[in-house]
């Protein structure tokens, strides 16, 4: 069995409220991809979080001086898919967690690789599952994922939310973002369920 697949096993919680994960992986329009193909996940926000400044937009973040990192929050329900399987989806399809401070084509500290956890519980798992992963070797390079608290997530602007399934033809997006996908469906197929898309060009 694939070791991101065997690690950290956690069960749902039958009757557990709704949660909420924060993940930073690079452009949040992939991310939110993957995850809103994800059986049991609510709703997925793209935004901005580990920064210093308030309310910060798409162009100051870019800029890499506002010290957040595109990111998104996912809503999911716990007695369907655990906080555990959603890190090994994040390891294993949404991104590259040995790409420090870039991912793929876009390079700088806004496009880090972090866990930002709201609980005690969740930073506990989030460290464990990281240690586990990196004592393993599955990784060839270094595990730089960052797991830090979570102040404040600032929702995007909102041509952002949902930029995949609206714009399923952007370049971007068909040769750095579909493959996210498509690997989540080889991968978790018990876990992924097709999102209706409203496309436009």
Same mark, same amino acid.
């Given at each position: ?22 993940? #930073? ?37 870019? !800029? ?53 956890? !709201? ?7 989030? #460290? #464990? ?7 393993? =070797?599955?990784? =060839? ?12 997530? @600032?929702? #995007? ?14 370049? @971007? ?6 493959? =996210?996908?498509?690997?989540?469906? =080889? ?15």
């Amino acid at each position: 069995m694939n070791v991101l697949f065997a690690l950290l096993l956690a069960m749902p919680h039958a009757h557990a409220a709704p949660d909420t994960a924060v993940f #930073a992986g690079g452009c949040f329009w992939g991310v939110e991809a993957v995850f809103e193909h994800v059986r049991g996940v609510l709703r997925v926000t793209s935004g901005y979080a580990g920064g210093s400044v308030k309310s910060p937009s798409y162009e100051e973040v870019s !800029d890499g001086t506002t010290g957040h990192a595109e990111s998104v929050q996912v809503i999911y329900d716990p007695s369907q898919v655990s906080y555990g399987t959603l890190m090994r989806i994040f390891f294993s399809v949404a991104h590259d967690p040995t790409q420090l401070n870039r991912q793929g084509p876009d390079v700088g500290t806004q496009y880090r690789s972090a866990i930002f956890y !709201d609980s005690d519980a969740q930073r506990r798992e989030a #460290a #464990a599952y990281v240690a586990q992963l990196s004592e393993s =070797k599955y990784f =060839k390079r270094p595990i730089v994922t960052q797991i830090a608290a979570l102040t404040t997530f @600032y929702p #995007a602007e909102d041509y952002h939310q949902d930029f995949a399934e609206k714009h399923p033809l952007h370049p @971007y997006i068909v040769v750095n973002d579909r493959p =996210k996908v498509v690997a989540l469906k =080889k991968q978790f197929p018990e876990l992924y369920r097709e999102v209706e898309t409203t496309a436009s060009r």
